[in-house]
């Protein structure tokens, strides 16, 4: 952090005629503060008897008297200000003073001479100069140039160059986030990659002040223009971005009413004639009184708007101009005081630091790349995502001949590959999930075999048996609800015997991606900008429905049954429909955004080369201009006007276009959601469905109430109807039913 006053630094303009000048002194005393000394004639009282004092004098960081060149007020007022933008520090120059006093030759510069250039044209320079030297950081520069008449704010960046009143300029407004942090809307920021496009914007902003400008406005007397230049800076590979505003602001002409009052009204209850002037004075008094806690910058638009270079964030300097002609005395006199209040001003700067999350991303995500190359190279083999069906199955194998192998040393070796360590873990997994079933068949054989000898073995804790029963029953009804759905499909299946196995390749089909691959890089745009992509079909018990499980508290295995249970009542579900409507719509509207993509990138382009073309002519006519000695035609001519109407017509088109991109963009976003909806409540009405199922056949199950006598026997529906016919058959038992249906169950393709 920085801790400063604003600095103020005081410049006499020549007069007009010599004659006319008033008497002052300056005081530069190497050893002392420099000082101002103006002397008031004692005739300026209108003929008055007055005991006013005759000497005034002020102090400033340094006095720039009448020969000082521009080249100079740069390098020791504007300079060191430059150099902490390029920090990453705010900084503020403005200049102060009555009309005529030099304010806009200083900030802009004199039209004529080159030698002339002010503080914005060389301050451009300096930057992008110091730019190009810095290779160690990656600098973005914007221009923005903001014109406040009549607390009214105007975007003088405007390209159309229809203006022809300050009216016809789009208005900017002042928003205020809860932060207090001013924003403006609808002033343009345009970036500048070279000097020579900054001092373009500069050109056009200044050629638009002036168009604007009429007899009746007095717009560059009464107007505050603040011509803003943002920075953005960022070491390569760094995901800080530091951020610094300059603004280098031409105020208002300071004039007062009054300007020869008389006796003591003189110089000290004088009003602006600028009201907002006022609102500033306001704001400086303020700041420059203690213990003062509300500081009025709302009053105005030019205070809001630099907030922060009165008394916040921001290094800040002052230009007192001054025109020390005999009659502008008073004038002077006044901008000396105020300038006095203001170096009282504290400003506490400091560097605008932010982590940007999309430059993180990018960092990680070239950090992992790295470590994949890293990887290949050690491995020697190129890794993708997936390992390849051969890899697949050589694991399988693999895993097969380890279980088999007898040998307790045996290992099973995959390399250092996660992607296969994994692979294996799910294997077996998957394998040991498979044999449970079978387990659970010999657990009923053995409980069977064992309820037959009870009386002649060691009886079973209570406690044990009651939990095999629980699983027993559990499968039991599991197998009961498959039985049910595998009637149904076969009755289903009949019926439509001349549609034979098309089911099932509109199922598989539903399964692939609905999208066409399409540019892979807008694919993985959109995937970063909007909701889970279309490949996470909801056909799929991918990523994305383990994700939903987790929402709907549902277990995340689910039996090999259930599976193929849930699978079918899928398909069945009514909201299938639905969702595949909005897969279609969601595969028309991605293929229509990626039409429109491409279309905005032919647009742009387009904009691109009828700008530059533009600019080609004007670079001639000035070329031409000076060759020939001749003024540059203010106007343009009709080639001119031609090229910018195109413009205009593909600026409008782009736009258009921009805009059905958002709102399809919103519409893909929101048809995502409304899926993800849809797999939820199915997801949710399939465990619905399958308790009731459960319950069902625990009731009704002639096998379960051969375990289970206290619960009453209800038909309630054809297929339980049917199921307890199926397992009516009593002198075959529990074990019968089991195996019957299970064969059934474990290929439901029969
Ligand atoms: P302001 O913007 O304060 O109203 P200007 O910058 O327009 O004043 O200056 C008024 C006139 O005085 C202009 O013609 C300008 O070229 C001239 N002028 C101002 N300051 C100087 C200076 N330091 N040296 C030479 N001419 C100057
Ligand atoms: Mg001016």
């Keep these: ?256 009413v009054a300007k020869t009052g008389v006796g003591g009204h003189l110089l000290t209850e004088a009003k602006y004639i600028n009201l907002s002037l006022h609102y500033l004075e306001q704001v400086i008094i303020a700041l420059s009184e203690k213990h003062r806690s509300h500081i009025p910058y709302r009053n105005s638009m030019m205070t809001s708007v630099l907030r922060d270079s009165l008394g916040g964030n921001c290094m800040t300097t002052m230009i007192a101009t001054l025109s020390l002609e005999k009659r502008n005395l008073d004038e002077s006199i006044s901008t000396c005081r105020f300038a006095q209040r203001v170096a009282l001003i504290k400003n506490e700067a400091v560097l605008n630091e932010e982590i940007d999350p999309r430059l993180m991303i990018k960092r990680l995500q070239k950090e992992i790349q790295e470590l994949k190359d890293e990887l290949a190279m050690v491995t020697a083999e190129q890794r993708t995502e997936a390992l390849t069906e051969a890899e697949l199955l050589q694991l399988e194998k693999l895993i097969t001949s380890f279980l088999e192998d007898q040998d307790p040393e045996s290992r099973l070796e ?78 289903k299946a009949q019926e439509a015997l001349h549609l034979a196995g098309m089911d099932r390749r509109e199922f598989r089909h539903s399964q692939s991606p609905p999208f066409p691959p399409g540019n892979p890089e807008e694919g993985q745009r959109m995937r970063l900008s909007s909701a889970p992509s279309q490949a996470q079909d909801f056909s799929i018990l991918g990523n994305r429905s383990s994700l939903l499980h987790k929402k709907t508290g549902m277990r995340e295995e689910m039996s090999l049954g259930r599976q193929e249970a849930f699978e079918i009542f899928k398909r069945d579900h009514a909201d299938s429909v639905t969702i595949d409507d909005n897969k279609q719509i969601l595969k028309q509207r991605f293929s229509e955004a990626k039409a429109l993509g491409e279309s905005i990138n032919e647009a742009r382009s387009k904009i691109g080369h009828l700008k530059e073309e533009i600019t080609q002519r004007h670079i001639q006519q000035v070329a031409l201009g000076i060759s020939e000695n001749m003024a540059v035609p203010l106007m343009p001519d009709q080639q001119e006007e031609k090229l910018r109407s195109q413009l205009e017509e593909e600026k409008r088109r782009y736009k258009t276009m921009f805009t059905r991109l958002k709102a399809l963009k919103v519409e893909i976003e929101h048809l995502q959601l409304l899926m993800d909806k849809a797999k939820v409540k199915l997801q949710k009405e399939f465990e619905v469905w399958w308790a009731e199922e459960a319950t069902n056949l625990q009731v009704n199950s002639p096998a379960v109430n051969s375990l289970d006598h206290t619960k009453p026997f209800l038909q309630t529906s054809d297929s339980q109807h049917e199921q307890s016919q199926l397992f009516s058959n009593k002198r075959f038992g529990k074990q019968l039913n089991f195996q019957e249906v299970s064969s059934h169950a474990l290929c439901p393709q029969e």
């Design 1 to 256: 952090m920085v801790k400063q006053t604003i600095q103020i630094f005081a410049r006499v303009k020549p007069p007009v005629r010599k004659h006319q000048q008033g008497i002052y002194s300056i005081d530069e005393d190497e050893k002392l503060i420099p000082s101002l000394e103006i002397i008031l004639p004692r005739d300026l009282a209108d003929g008055f008897v007055n005991n006013k004092r005759e000497s005034y004098k002020f102090k400033f960081q340094r006095i720039f008297d009448q020969d000082a060149k521009q080249e100079t007020i740069f390098e020791n007022i504007a300079k060191p200000v430059a150099g902490s933008v390029l920090e990453g520090y705010n900084g503020t120059i403005f200049a102060y003073g009555q009309t005529g006093s030099g304010k806009t030759f200083t900030i802009t510069g004199g039209a004529e001479r080159y030698s002339d250039r002010g503080i914005i044209p060389r301050t451009l320079s300096y930057i992008f100069e110091q730019l190009q030297k810095d290779s160690s950081k990656m600098y973005t520069t914007h221009i923005s140039y903001l014109e406040i008449y009549n607390e009214c704010g105007y975007d003088l960046l405007d390209p159309r160059h229809e203006a022809s009143s300050l009216e016809d300029l789009p208005k900017v407004t002042i928003l205020e986030d809860p932060d207090q942090n001013i924003h403006l809307k609808n002033l343009t920021l345009h970036q500048a990659t070279t000097e020579e496009e900054a001092l373009n914007l500069l050109f056009l902003g200044d050629t638009n002040r002036m168009i604007a400008e009429t007899p009746m406005n007095q717009a560059s007397t009464r107007s505050h223009c603040i011509f803003t230049i943002h920075l953005s800076s960022k070491e390569p590979g760094s995901a800080t971005v530091r951020h610094a505003k300059l603004h280098l602001v031409d105020l208002a002409g300071s004039e007062r």
């Design 414 to 491: 995959v390399g250092a590959d996660m992607r296969k360590v994994h692979h294996c873990f799910h294997h077996l997994k998957k394998l040991l999930n498979d044999k449970k079933i079978f387990g659970n068949n010999t657990v009923s054989n053995t409980v069977s075999s064992e309820s037959k000898d009870r009386d002649c073995q060691e009886p079973l804790k209570e406690e044990e048996y009651r939990k095999l029963r629980d699983i027993l029953k559990q499968r039991d009804n599991e197998i009961n609800i498959l039985v049910n759905m595998l009637k149904k499909e076969k009755k």
